[in-house]
């Protein structure tokens, strides 16, 4: 029984982690698939405007969760940043259905829900705190799951709250929703999550907020999240490839990009879990080589496809792949500033960002000098680079200590 469900899982703090992460990922999975629909169609916005809404979004989330996370890790506990941010979540969705204006839709998206969106680095970094004392294998294993239940909700969410508002003439009700998930997610955290009394770390986490910017952007930490990166654009590239592919040269129905969608999130849980085992037992940057190099393998093949079937039978690659590289690279990310749990979680959102960023130039990039098709191929270079680049890091910092003790 142990093998279907390892002992970290039953720490009651890493366990509550997952719930909350859940929840968390409930509210994403409620509203990003409509977003834009509420955003354009509905409240007005341009898409000139909605784009740089996304981008600044995203740039602002990045920055909060550098400042929470080190915040965090300053005051010794996760729990209090961890209340506010879910605050701000409700707020956020709550505003956009109780006064669905296209103003209110900018400010939202602006302040409350990228404070909201820090939850994830918290939630990780809280789940991180937890493992202390623990095998790097068993953090492995932790982060794993914890990343899995993700996914979960992207596999049943999206669906059930298309099917509840099928009938309705706006989408704003997915926004009420997702306020109610916040909700939820604040009630796991203030009642199911363990409370941690400040500990020792407290004493050597003196970092200011700017010098914690500064941190994150030196050279040895920007240098790695850069091959991270690399490796990570593959997915928001293929998020935009594969329905293009799809219904273009692979003459396909818009309703295959869903099924295809569905299925592979569906593989990646399951398989999230196998390369924990496999990390394991190999080691963590082994088994993120071979997830990165079977999804280059699945891009170069997806530029390719020219029937339906062609990508039903990529889908086993897909999620094979996708699972290694959504769920080692959080570990190796926390591993970069390990002392500080918080602040090294919030590597997880500035890699988010930095990949998305990638994977935009990548993509404009590609299609200019060739088709869809030619950027998947050229989507599978990326990812390797940033393998080569991490491998070329792993190398030069086994010689470094080599070469330090040579007379």
């Not at 354009?40 to 405007?49: K, N, P, T, V």
């Not at 909700?153 to 298309?162: A, D, E, F, N, Y």
């Not at 997915?235 to 692979?250: E, K, R, S, V």
């Not at 080692?328 to 602040?343: H, K, M, N, V, W």
Request: charged letters at 10%; aromatic letters at 8%; hydrophobic letters at 55%.
């Amino acid at each position: 029984m142990s093998r279907l469900f390892p002992a970290v899982f039953r720490n009651p703090a890493i366990r509550a982690s997952m719930i909350a992460i859940f929840t968390f990922g409930m509210a994403g999975a409620m509203t990003a698939p409509y977003r834009s629909i509420i955003g354009i169609r509905e409240l007005g916005l341009s898409d000139g405007l909605y784009s740089f809404l996304a981008f600044a979004s995203a740039a602002v989330n990045v920055v909060i969760s550098i400042l929470l996370g080190n915040l965090a890790d300053r005051l010794g506990e996760y729990r209090s940043a961890m209340i506010g941010a879910c605050l701000f979540g409700i707020v956020g969705y709550g505003m956009v259905y109780a006064f669905p204006t296209a103003a209110i839709f900018i400010i939202s998206g602006l302040l409350p829900l990228p404070i909201f969106g820090a939850l994830n680095s918290l939630l990780f970094a809280n789940a991180r705190a937890a493992m202390h004392g623990m095998s790097r294998s068993d953090m492995v294993t932790a982060n794993s799951g914890v990343r899995a239940t993700i996914s979960l909700s992207w596999v049943l969410i999206p669906g059930i709250t298309g099917l509840l508002l099928s009938g309705a003439s706006s989408m704003l009700p997915a926004y009420l929703f997702a306020a109610i998930a916040c909700l939820l997610c604040q009630g796991i955290i203030l009642f199911a999550l363990p409370k941690r009394a400040a500990t020792e770390m407290t004493a050597v986490h003196h970092l200011t907020y700017l010098g914690a910017l500064r941190q994150v952007i030196s050279p040895r930490i920007s240098a790695h999240v850069a091959g991270v990166a690399l490796i990570t654009s593959t997915l928001h590239l293929n998020d935009a490839l594969l329905p293009l592919i799809a219904t273009g040269a692979a003459h396909g129905a818009l309703s295959d990009v869903g099924i295809l969608v569905g299925i592979v999130a569906l593989l990646e849980i399951v398989f999230i879990i196998v390369w924990s085992r496999i990390a394991r037992e190999a080691g963590q940057m082994t088994a993120l080589a071979a997830g990165t190099i079977i999804y280059a393998v699945f891009l170069c093949l997806l530029g390719f496809a020219s029937q339906p079937w062609h990508l039903y039978a990529l889908t086993l690659l897909a999620g094979i792949g996708a699972a290694a590289i959504i769920s080692i690279p959080i570990t190796y990310l926390q591993d970069l500033i390990a002392d500080r749990p918080g602040l090294g979680s919030a590597l997880i959102s500035v890699n988010i960002f930095a990949s998305a960023g990638i994977g935009a130039l990548v993509f404009a990039a590609g299609t200019y000098v060739t088709g869809y098709s030619g950027t998947a191929v050229i989507s599978a270079v990326t990812g390797l680079s940033g393998m080569a680049l991490l491998g070329l890091l792993q190398r030069r910092n086994a010689v470094a200590p080599a070469d330090a003790g040579v007379p």
